[in-house]
């Protein structure tokens, strides 16, 4: 395949389609009105509005303006002479006027879970002339887990189209790590390493990022060539297009992690093997910063980067990310911060390490010079125990969502007033930027409107009136049954005390007659009243006879549903429990195939979205492989992340930390499970205790009892197998939703009076 051709089902071809700039384009992009050449950033801007608007391109003027007196980015938006004019001081800038306006004025939205861009007979025009100063120098975007959760079989026009996205939305500093393993290749290969070895050393495609942040090696391998080729032409796509739409991306660091296999070649290095993280042998190894090989490696690691994938000036570096330093003490934090700085600093003069705030440690960031240190505070909470990471310049971000759980929720009155209220404020010191750091996307797309709309904004927003303005042009116009729709959430999933709510439902959970969560740190608690969520199913079901075919409201109504199915599930499975407990056998009996019957229909329902399916996500990493071996070892690693995550062991705990429903791992995986349990608890005696089970992290191990062995070996054999998921949606999304919401009311309405909802803390 060619080495960045997307998998044929990343792009629906009704919602994305390729630039295709007739020659009278290009000759605007290159003659602007003013008649003199274009600008780099103007040349930019104009390929982008004809990449996501192409109908509106031949109407649009763009023109790169300074920026504010105190450099500040800055957009202009206004109508001159019948024409739509966008101006701003980079490349993102104009992007950002030009979501402003499609927000605002024409009422269209790009989004990630479906489009809003049908053009109208004629574009709307705005009336005055408006112009919006940033707060804010940086806007920042990505974790480093987003890279494998949701991006892992993105190609070339997926990342095409989220490069936009992310213009669109104002971000100037996005993590990029695509590319990395040919750097890693061409490091080691000057240390004494074959090839072989150092596909074995490095991790599967969908493991990557945690061998980025120094966590495992050999996991799911060994990497293909073909994956490092392909990928490091991807990567120099990636950066190639953010450096030119004016993005300053954040390479990667050195911060000393090593193959375990240099202890051997290296006798004399100070090498310490780290403690294996999260149960996924057979850990990794760290080269002490005082020893001379730090030095070297460090140095031959940033040069290749920059051969590979160009130069640049921010350098993610994170020492002892989820685990411990070697030595104990802030004297040797310090050290740890100086050599790491020197290092970089000595090849890049005009370096600055960007930091995680996630396990920031003061001793290492007092080694640091405070203006060549930027924070990202992953989820915005950081800095209260931290003093504003002592007098550094940070990011406020947030942290919604964890491994792609499949949830409608998150605090969005916390995310709007968090960073204006510490924007200039004493206890936000020196913060000086706004970003998003979701472990995967592709949901609630509101969340991440809502975070970076805030990088525009210096006071807090009127969160109705911004969500109503938001749904207006998620779908066009906004009929009063989806405005209302939107007022229930936007009063219940979306006002929770956690900004990022597990929300599992046992559905996804391990098998057991007593559960309380699914993922390792979920809950099935809600902070919410469930029933509020049907309330608002049926004003998305009644807005369906205006706007029943916007594939954005589609999708809206689709996930809407799931939610109220999902919560659904946690009192009907809590009634199988208390029957099985009790010794109602009949009754479990019933119970039990209502719970497998409301499986199956909430694998019908998102069944008919391209978004939630798991035929779509396998076909996407097969299309990757270039022989038959490689196809494989995608779709395992694919099956792996979603369910097992890690190697057999009778500590692992990662097991279903991705949480998705998702049709086909639904109905495929997850039904499965449940009724291999039922059967093996028509074997065992009536009333059974579980309280002997061995548990970790409070949910059944894989090694508790026979059955949870031969359990499993079932996921692990799953894992490898290759039956075929459907790819494509099947169904209409409204006329499936009317017939589940009738089926399952009466269910809610008996259910949910007598059940106890238990509310769960903010975290």
Known sequence: MPATRPPASVIPAPLWRPALVSLALVVAALVPATGRGATPAETAARALVGRVLPALSPQVDVEQIAAAADGSDVFEVESRAGRLVLRGNTAVSIASGLAWYLTHVAHLQLSWDGDNLAPPA???????????????????????CTFNYTMAWWGRGRWEREIDWMALHGVTMPLATTGEEAVWQATLRQFGMGDDEIRQYLVGPAFSCWQWLTNIEAWAGPLPQAWID???????????????????????????CVPLAFARKFPAAAIQRKAIWCAVPPGTAQIDPEDPLFGRLGRVFLEQQARLLGP????????????????????YLTAVGQRIYGLTQAFDPEATLVMQGWSIREGVVRGIPADRLLVLDLTGEKWRETQAFWGRPWVAGVLHNFGGRTFLGGNLPALDANAPSLLGSPAGGRLVGIGAFPEATQQNPVVYDLAFELGWQRPALDLPAWVEDYARARYGRLPEPARAGWSHLLQSVYAQADPAPAMDSPICAQPAVALDKASPWGSFDRDYDPAVVWTAWDEFLAAGREIGTVDTYQYDLVDVGRQALADLSVPLYAEVAAAYRSGDLARFRVLRVRFLDLIDDLDTLVGTRREFLLGRWLADARGWGTTAGERDLYERNARLLLTVWGPPSRGAYLEDYACRQWSGLLRGYYRKRWERFFAYLDTAPPGTSEEGLYRVMDRPGQQSNEFYRQLADWEYSWCDEHDHYPAKPAGDPLAVSKRLAAKWRPAMLELYPSFAWKKSPAK
């Open 122 to 144: 004629s574009f709307p025009l705005p009336t005055a002339k408006v112009r919006v100063v940033a707060p804010y120098r940086d806007r920042a975007y990505l974790n480093y």
């Open 230 to 256: 392909s990928h490091l032409e991807l990567g120099r796509f990636i950066l190639q297009r953010e450096r030119e739409l004016g993005m300053t991306p954040i390479l990667q660091g050195f911060s000393g």
């Open 312 to 331: 640049g000036h921010l350098y993610a570096a994170d020492p002892f990310h989820e685990g411990e330093p070697p030595q104990p003490g802030d004297t």
